[in-house]
């Protein structure tokens, strides 16, 4: 009787092991039957028993689909069915997905954050007027609260309007205005508003009776 246990390192893997051995024999054992009205008649039942395991698909749209694409790939694809779907494709399956486009770093001014560069460049198609200036200066200000962020003590405008030039590729110029940033100390005291906030409202619940 001890030889005939049977243990998991000896068994093949499971293809999609959410199902279980047990529908992977069954599977199998469709595969092997020699005709294919018999193979056609178990695959049915297989895709029934499948819907009953996973019920939480039946809210996915083509459940039916996603079942019997399940079905051919747990076998393999040496499964000879008739499938009332077109039959997943196994070279598209075992396709490598192509690399993702990371965001553009810029290092020199990392204490900017990815999302500036996305402001400037949105900037960079308006066309000039008073929304686009608007733009600009607000995306600066943003600048300046960041760059505060990073470092505690105060920054000029010059170097502000500077990163902003470099950042635009020069489309962007706001060295050469009269109209000055939000003062350094508003931004600083603005953040500590919002910080004090958050503790006293952290530590309101203290006391509670909780139930």
């Not at 039946?58 to 008739?82: C, E, T, Y």
């Not at 494709?89 to 997905?97: G, H």
Request: with cysteine.
């Amino acid at each position: 009787m001890i030889d005939n246990l049977e243990y998991n390192t000896e068994r093949e893997q499971l293809i999609i092991p959410e199902y279980g051995r047990h529908l992977q024999k069954m599977i199998n054992y469709a595969t092997t039957r020699e005709t294919k009205e018999e193979r056609n008649k178990i695959s049915k039942a297989i895709i029934d028993v499948m819907g009953n395991l996973q019920p939480h698909l039946r809210d996915v749209p083509d459940f039916q689909h996603k079942l019997w694409d399940q079905l051919f790939i747990m076998s393999d694809f040496k499964l000879d069915a008739d499938s009332p779907y077109e039959l997943p494709s196994k070279e598209e399956l075992q396709a490598r997905p192509k690399p993702l486009k990371y965001p553009q770093n810029h290092p020199k001014y990392r204490f900017y954050g990815n999302n500036i560069k996305t402001m400037i460049d949105v900037a960079r198609t308006w066309e000039d007027g008073d929304m686009k200036e608007a733009l600009n200066f607000t995306i600066a200000n943003h600048m300046k609260k960041c760059f505060l962020n990073w470092n505690k003590d105060t920054v000029e405008d010059g170097v502000i309007f500077q990163h902003l030039f470099e950042l635009s590729d020069g489309e962007i110029n706001l060295k050469g205005t009269d109209e000055s940033l939000a003062d350094s100390s508003n931004l600083l005291r603005t953040k500590s508003k919002h910080s004090s906030h958050k503790k006293s409202k952290k530590g309101s619940n203290r006391g509670r009776k909780r139930y």
